[in-house]
Antibody, heavy 133, light 111 residues
């Protein structure tokens, strides 16, 4: 059974970089050429916001409003993918989830090129990151 | 990147049916057949309930169904059970620039 687990500091100072890792177990990222891997956040008491996703070959897709601050990377040897969000402010305080990100039907080179993204399943349990001095 | 519009709350009695709407635009819900729905109980991660508008993942009861008409997608839960009380979020593909947009969520109360 595929499981995802987020890890990283729960407290980050304003203007610094938030760094989180999502470790995948029960399956291999490199053998999962049919999926993407994504990050989603949920601010306290608020809704869900997609941050970005990555394909196992390193191709990334980012939320346009966060693109200048976000870097998502993948390490297939460690079977994990990571999120870095720079220049954080209190507005970045949230519960951060990682999830497998499904494609729009069978994966194809065109899907990878354009980012044909669909559903999220399964999700990690989430990690709360607070931005505060 | 405006969020999809969902009612803040809906309610129903056990055994009844409820429908949660998710309204977007032709740039997201109306333009693609890639709408998904998630159930979130307090303190837990979201769970995929419906994908590609109307497909149900393995293990999701057939009481949950999805549909779409124009720019509005809908999640219908029939035969309401107490355990269905949760927050529900819709999500849609929104093209190769925006990619993904979520709804603001709907709180379902089982009376």
């Amino acid at each position: 059974q595929l499981q995802l687990q987020e890890s990283g500091p729960g407290l980050v100072k304003p203007s610094e970089t938030l760094s989180l890792t999502c470790t995948v177990s029960g399956g291999s990222i490199s053998n999962s050429s049919s999926y993407y891997w994504g990050w989603i956040r949920q601010s306290p008491g608020k809704g869900l916001e997609w941050i970005g996703s990555i394909y196992y070959n390193g191709k990334t897709y980012y939320r346009s409003s966060l693109k200048s601050r976000v870097t998502i990377s993948v390490d297939t040897s460690k079977n994990h993918f990571s999120l870095k969000l720079s220049s954080v402010t209190a507005a970045d305080t949230a519960l951060y989830y990682c999830a497998r990100h499904g494609p729009q039907g069978p994966m194809s080179p065109d899907h990878i090129l354009t980012g044909s993204l669909s559903w999220f399943d399964p999700w990690g349990q989430g990690v709360l990151v607070t931005v505060s001095s | 990147q405006s969020a999809l519009t969902q009612p803040r709350s809906v309610s129903g009695s056990p055994g009844q049916s409820v429908t949660i709407s998710c309204t977007g635009t032709s740039a997201d819900v109306g333009g693609y057949k890639y709408v998904s729905w998630y159930q979130q109980h307090p303190g837990t991660a979201p769970k995929l309930m419906i994908y590609d508008v109307s497909k149900r993942p393995s293990g999701v009861p057939d009481r949950f169904s999805g549909s779409k008409s124009g720019n509005t997608a809908s999640l219908t839960i029939s035969g309401l059970q107490a355990e269905d009380e949760a927050d529900y979020y819709c999500c849609s593909y929104a093209g190769s620039y925006t990619f993904v947009v979520f709804g603001r969520g709907t709180k379902l109360t089982v009376l």
